[in-house]
């Protein structure tokens, strides 16, 4: 059973920075697609950005310049780094990852970005 756990979420003033953390249960060394998403209060749940085995990576427009996604094959551990954090990057974020076609998701961490 693959079990992704999130961490690092929290309180942020406008235009301060963040960095969640995903430790997942297995090795993600071979692990093509993980990424992270986000769900607002009363919105749908949106891909924030993506990141393959071989360092390719994607992001929402909203976050292009401001985010970063990262991983660390050795601690089986992806991040996202958030920069320049605006009151809509609130939300609850989530990990993911598709392991032979089988997707698995963490249980989120809240980040709140107010005065």
């Known amino acids: 059973q693959v079990q992704l756990v999130e961490s690092g979420g929290g309180l942020v003033q406008p235009g301060g920075s963040l960095t969640v953390s995903c430790a997942a249960s297995?090795?993600?060394?071979?692990?093509?697609?993980m990424g992270w998403y986000r769900q607002a209060p009363g919105k749908q749940r949106e891909l924030v950005a993506g990141?393959?085995?071989?360092?390719?990576?994607n992001y929402a427009d909203s976050v292009k310049g401001r985010f970063t996604i990262s991983r660390d094959n050795a601690k089986n551990t992806m991040y996202l780094h958030m920069n320049s954090l605006k009151p809509e990057d609130q939300a609850v974020y989530y990990c993911n990852l598709d392991l032979y076609g089988m997707v698995y998701w963490g249980k989120g961490t809240l980040v709140t970005v107010s005065l």
């Open positions: 297995v090795s993600i060394f071979s692990i093509n697609a």
């Open positions: 990141v393959t085995s071989d360092g390719r990576t």
